[in-house]
């Protein structure tokens, strides 16, 4: 058994008890191939939730500042994580990303770029865009429903793959195709909160 294999089913075994993660929509997941999962943001735990949840091994790009704290730093990059800088164009971690997805991987991305304080989902950055249009992965959206109390429901919902190709055929930038990510987070936000 692997690091990743073995610290998931450990954060699983703590985190779906505590917070009742209720998982929706996991058939529209695909099986194989490139995938890019784009989520909303509300708090630090949403990175290991996806991981647990999601039914194939995630890659996140994770802020640089991780990579330097004293133990975590030495376990992060065995948890399929790679460092970005933020606030930038980091060359190399896009690099990365798209080699996540050629490789026929799952990278999961927070296009928000940081937590929305008050639990509203926020513009998207490019990026996630970018990775769209870069490579033929499917996109599936993701919203992540809290509050993040113990014992309270937190519901994870992963919706259909996003249909792009008009967007692809009719040369869309990467910040109009984010738009339409976070749109289809938004649709799954609003059908599923209570």
């Known amino acids: 058994m692997n690091t990743y ?20 929509g996991l058939e529209h997941f695909p099986k194989e191939g490139g995938v890019l999962l784009c989520s909303n943001h509300i708090d630090n ?37 790679f460092p ?24 999961g991305l927070f296009p928000e770029g940081t937590r929305s304080k008050d639990g509203e989902l926020k513009k998207g950055l490019a990026g996630a865009g970018f990775f769209a249009l870069r490579t033929d992965a499917k996109v599936v959206p993701c919203a992540i429903i809290g509050p993040y109390k113990p014992f309270r429901t937190l519901t994870v919902v992963y919706g259909k793959p996003i249909e792009l190709d008009e967007l692809r055929s009719s040369k869309a930038s990467a910040e109009e195709t ?13 059908q599923h909160r209570n």
């Open 84 to 107: 970005v800088k933020r606030g930038m164009s980091d060359r190399e971690a896009l690099r990365k990303g798209l080699n996540v997805l050629k490789d026929g991987k799952v990278l």
């Open 45 to 81: 735990l949403d990175p290991p939730v996806v991981g647990i949840t999601a039914n194939r091994p995630v890659y996140f790009m994770a802020k640089e500042e991780l990579f330097s704290v004293p133990l975590l730093g030495k376990l992060v990059p065995h948890l399929n994580a």
């Open 178 to 190: 984010t738009d339409h990510i976070m749109n289809a987070i938004k649709q799954l936000i609003d």
């Open 5 to 24: 294999t073995f610290v998931r089913s450990v954060v699983a075994g703590v985190l779906k008890p505590f917070y009742r993660i209720k998982i929706i």
